[in-house]
């Protein structure tokens, strides 16, 4: 069970290692790396490192947390993310998220691989997520509520900000990215839908499919923190003409998107 203790162990921790503050906290996503070399770099610590912190399990998400700049804010970066298919409790997969708002970050970003389950995204599309579906089992917000951090019950009619959201748009726009938007829909995973799941989700209305992203949005809810989300569309699930898709061509074409939303995401936040 997750406790506030522990969460305020990780905290004094990260201010030991002079993590004192941050302003806007990064998430990013399967084969999405290379908006690291973007940003000015003041300390890398294993998520090892930290007390109480999940270790990623899967090959492709490297398990560090980055600490650096971007004009004059304070950011802090996953460098891979926790999901419900390696065996972590909801409140596992959310815990960074709460620890980036103790540590007073203001807005967050969050990136995923997803599949275009609408016919109309094609691969390496990038897709601004504008509102979700959770099909995944269990709930980070489950169990003993911390009113020091949230409500009980904490609204989700507008789960994704936006403010934020208009900016991305924006400066898609000045960058000549065409920066499309849709509904995502969360699974738990690891494997890869059949075709009558994919007419399902797309009947029950989602525009994309992935494994990851939701709790952590509704952790980012339940604690007032401003979110937005993009995927990057690796795979195109068409139940009528269905392929073998294998995990390394969805690595391969996230990368191809990388830099595209790696600058779509570093011109947002300069401005914001």
Same mark, same amino acid.
């Given at each position: 069970? @997750?406790?506030?203790?522990? #969460?305020?162990?990780?905290?004094?921790?990260?201010?030991?290692?002079?993590? +004192?503050?941050? !302003?806007?906290?990064?998430?990013? *996503?399967? $084969?999405?790396? @290379?908006?690291?070399?973007?940003?000015?770099?003041?300390?890398?610590?294993?998520?090892?490192?930290?007390?109480?912190?999940?270790? %990623?399990?899967?090959?492709? &998400?490297? *398990? +560090?947390?980055?600490?650096?700049?971007?004009? !004059?804010?304070?950011? #802090?970066?996953?460098?891979?993310?926790? &999901? %419900?298919?390696?065996?972590?409790?909801?409140?596992?997969?959310?815990?960074?998220?709460?620890?980036?708002?103790?540590? *007073?970050? @203001?807005?967050?970003?969050? %990136?995923?691989?997803?599949? $275009?389950? +609408?016919?109309?995204?094609?691969?390496?599309?990038?897709?601004?997520?504008? !509102?979700?579906?959770?099909?995944?089992? $269990?709930?980070?917000?489950?169990?003993?509520?911390?009113?020091?951090?949230?409500?009980?019950?904490? !609204?989700?009619? %507008?789960?994704?900000?936006?403010?934020?959201?208009?900016?991305?748009?924006?400066?898609?726009?000045?960058?000549?990215?065409?920066?499309?938007?849709?509904?995502?829909?969360?699974?738990?995973?690891?494997?890869?839908?059949?075709?009558?799941?994919?007419?399902?989700?797309?009947?029950?209305?989602?525009?994309?499919?992935?494994?990851?992203?939701?709790?952590? =949005?509704?952790?980012?809810?339940?604690?007032?923190?401003?979110?937005?989300?993009? /995927?990057?569309?690796?795979?195109?699930?068409?139940?009528?003409?269905?392929?073998? =898709? +294998?995990?390394?061509?969805?690595?391969?074409?996230? *990368?191809? /998107?990388?830099?595209? #939303?790696?600058? #779509?995401?570093?011109?947002?936040?300069?401005?914001?």
């Amino acid at each position: 069970m @997750q406790t506030l203790y522990q #969460l305020n162990e990780a905290k004094k921790f990260l201010i030991k290692q002079n993590i +004192n503050h941050a !302003d806007i906290g990064i998430v990013l *996503g399967t $084969g999405l790396h @290379q908006f690291i070399n973007l940003i000015e770099i003041i300390d890398t610590i294993p998520y090892s490192e930290i007390p109480n912190f999940p270790v %990623s399990t899967v090959e492709f &998400h490297k *398990g +560090n947390l980055i600490y650096g700049k971007i004009a !004059d804010k304070k950011i #802090l970066v996953m460098q891979g993310r926790f &999901h %419900s298919y390696e065996g972590y409790s909801m409140k596992e997969i959310v815990f960074p998220i709460r620890i980036m708002k103790l540590l *007073g970050v @203001q807005k967050l970003f969050l %990136s995923n691989a997803a599949g $275009g389950i +609408n016919l109309n995204f094609k691969k390496a599309d990038l897709v601004l997520i504008d !509102d979700h579906i959770n099909l995944q089992s $269990g709930n980070p917000l489950t169990g003993k509520n911390f009113e020091e951090i949230g409500a009980r019950f904490p !609204d989700m009619s %507008s789960p994704y900000d936006k403010e934020i959201m208009n900016e991305l748009l924006k400066q898609s726009h000045k960058l000549n990215i065409n920066l499309k938007k849709g509904v995502y829909a969360a699974v738990n995973g690891p494997n890869l839908e059949t075709r009558a799941e994919y007419r399902y989700i797309k009947i029950i209305g989602a525009d994309m499919v992935g494994m990851s992203t939701v709790p952590e =949005v509704i952790a980012a809810n339940h604690m007032q923190l401003p979110c937005v989300a993009v /995927s990057v569309i690796t795979d195109e699930c068409d139940p009528d003409n269905l392929k073998p =898709v +294998n995990i390394a061509e969805i690595i391969e074409v996230a *990368g191809k /998107s990388d830099e595209k #939303l790696s600058k #779509l995401f570093y011109e947002t936040i300069k401005v914001l």
